[in-house]
């Protein structure tokens, strides 16, 4: 089994879009989505949830009020601001390090399992699917990426490919969803901030040894830019593997909850969406 | 006041919109929080002339005085300390410079050094301010503190916020006097727009949407905000002109009197729900 990674450094190049699109034309395969701040793929891809299971990957700490001495101490201690003057906890900033609970005198504070949220084990026409959604504001986010890609791989059996899409950024988020890739593929766009974006991600994903491809969307909204980008991936060694031009009506495909794959007008795009996936074959064997 | 722009889904235009407001808002300072991936500053252009490290406090382990008790593993709620055969493994870059294993050492092997995890850069006049976290590193927030730390506390600060909801934009927006959420007219848009509502409302904050790409396809942004009485502050349209002046640096606002006007509207609109 071949597991790809689909990312991107910045935000709303498409990432989401090409596996969903993938997801349709790609057969015997497993599917997670690991953007768990804002999952995506759930929307576009027509599933039915077999499991929903909370998951708690980090700790928050309580203070019992009616053991309090209000000796401060723990206000002294917290890194994190997280404990106010007159000793209470706000949960939103509290990471769970546990550092108020060694140095109460009277035990008044303990440690106790916070939702970081939940996993959804899904059904996709008989293909295994697994995503996630954050708790608003909450902390482990890495960890519940972890999490949905463990759970899709313990339901794995004959499968040829496993797809996840990634989060933007370079983060912790990040790290843990391309943790154990085949190969990652960065989809970006032909913008500066593509490109600058694009330089850090591959960067991180070199630095964890891992495979890197790069699709570029949106190609010919700036061919210079799409030039420089062509020059960097050259120099970096890292193959290019498709090129989907500036397309209004992916939009609106989007707004009717179609990929690309489902819609007659766009065809070309279509196109582009197979020989993207021929050329990851080829690039991963 | 302090603008903070956030986004749920990335790449809807949380930075074109940040960086118009502070390009419209004279003497304001423009603070890019997204450290994975700032680009404020491709469209601002300010020169970088001013940099400070941003440190964490790593713990590093005295072996003359460690026993080997592993009190230091047992208080460490982050796994970044494992002690085999009475030798203590530190994994940094898990480390959240909590400080509970020094506290918990009873012999006092334990001491911490600072390490570098990023970095901020700003110009002389101190009007732009970017952190930017170093590759590799997990951990946003040490960064984002240190930024805040620095921001101007009297005058007009917008912030751009990293995508998602996670601690990081907790650790953004949480003392902002308002915050702009910004959105795209798709089901993506929509879906994402409700958990940074469902964010902002936790932390009591004060809020209204931009659409961006804004188009007549698609009115399901204007319906839900609507529907729940959320104030639409404006709408950009979609636009390949748009997309292109991006694509090269260029904001709305830097080619067009339309968007600039637009924004100073939008300005306003702020700082009367402000007050």
Redesign the interface.
């Known amino acids: 089994m071949k597991q790809f990674v689909f990312i991107?450094?910045?935000?709303?190049?498409g990432k989401?879009t090409v596996v969903a699109s993938l997801a349709k034309y790609v057969s015997n395969k497993a599917l997670a989505d690991a953007d768990v701040?804002?999952p995506?793929l759930h929307?576009?891809l027509e599933h039915e949830v077999v499991e929903k299971t909370p998951f708690q990957g980090a700790?928050i700490a309580k203070i019992d009020q009616s053991k309090c001495i209000h000796c401060h101490k723990g206000y002294e201690?917290c890194?994190?601001d997280a404990i106010s003057k007159d000793d209470v906890i706000n949960p939103?900033?509290c990471?769970?390090?546990?550092?108020c609970l060694?140095?109460c005198p009277v035990n008044a504070i303990t440690?106790h399992e916070e939702l970081t949220g939940h996993v959804y084990q899904s059904n996709l026409n008989g293909e295994h699917f697994t995503h996630a959604l954050?708790a608003?504001?909450?902390?482990g986010?890495?960890k519940l990426v972890t999490e949905v890609k463990k759970k899709v791989k313990e339901l794995i059996n004959k499968e040829d490919y496993l797809l996840v899409d990634g989060?933007?950024?370079?983060?912790?988020?990040?790290?843990a969803s391309i943790t154990g890739a085949d190969a990652c593929v960065i989809v970006t766009?032909?913008?500066?901030?593509?490109l600058?974006?694009l330089k850090?991600?591959q960067?991180?994903a070199d630095?964890?040894g891992i495979k890197t491809l790069v699709c570029i969307n949106?190609y010919d909204?700036?061919n210079?830019?799409t030039k420089r980008i062509e020059e960097y991936c050259k120099s970096q060694n890292v193959a290019i593997i498709g090129k989907i031009p500036?397309e209004?009506l992916i939009?609106?495909a989007?707004?009717q909850?179609k990929t690309p794959m489902e819609d007659d007008r766009l065809e070309h795009i279509k196109n582009e969406i197979i020989s993207l996936w021929d050329n990851l074959i080829k690039e991963t064997k | 006041m302090k603008i903070a722009v956030l986004s749920g889904k990335g790449g809807t235009g949380k930075t074109t919109i940040s960086a118009s407001l502070a390009y419209s808002l004279r003497n304001s300072q423009y603070v890019d929080c997204d450290v994975e991936e700032p680009n404020g500053n491709i469209f601002l252009k300010a020169s970088l002339t001013e940099r400070e490290v941003v440190t964490v406090l790593n713990p590093v382990v005295n072996d003359d005085l460690c026993t080997g008790c592993g009190a230091c593993q047992q208080a460490c709620q982050f796994n970044a300390i494992v002690v085999i055969n009475k030798k203590v493994m530190i994994f940094d870059n898990i480390c959240h410079s909590c400080g509970a294993c020094k506290i918990a050492c009873p012999t006092g092997a334990i001491s911490e050094v600072p390490r570098e995890i990023g970095v901020i850069e700003s110009n002389s006049s101190n009007t732009f301010m970017q952190g930017k976290l170093n590759l590799n590193e997990p951990l946003t927030v040490p960064v984002i503190l240190q930024l805040k730390r620095k921001m101007n506390k009297h005058g007009n600060v917008i912030i751009d916020s990293a995508p998602g909801a996670s601690c990081t934009v907790v650790s953004t927006i949480e003392d902002s006097d308002y915050c702009v959420l910004v959105t795209e007219p798709t089901p993506f848009g929509l879906h994402d727009l409700k958990i940074a509502i469902d964010l902002v409302k936790q932390l009591k904050l004060p809020f209204g949407v931009v659409i961006n790409k804004a188009m007549d396809s698609d009115k399901s942004i204007q319906s839900f905000c609507k529907k729940e009485n959320i104030d639409v502050l404006m709408e950009l349209p979609y636009s390949k002109e748009i997309a292109q002046n991006y694509s090269k640096g260029i904001l709305p606002v830097q080619y067009s009197k339309h968007y600039k006007d637009e924004f100073i509207k939008l300005l306003a609109t702020i700082k009367e729900r402000i007050i």
């Open positions: 991107s450094g910045k935000g709303g190049t989401s701040d804002a995506n929307i576009l700790k201690v890194r994190f939103l900033k990471e769970g390090c546990g550092a060694l140095v440690l954050l608003i504001g909450a902390e986010s890495g989060s933007p950024g370079i983060g912790c988020v990040v790290i766009e032909a913008t500066k901030s593509g600058s974006d850090r991600v960067q991180v630095h964890f949106k909204l700036n210079d830019v500036f209004p939009m609106k989007l707004q909850l």
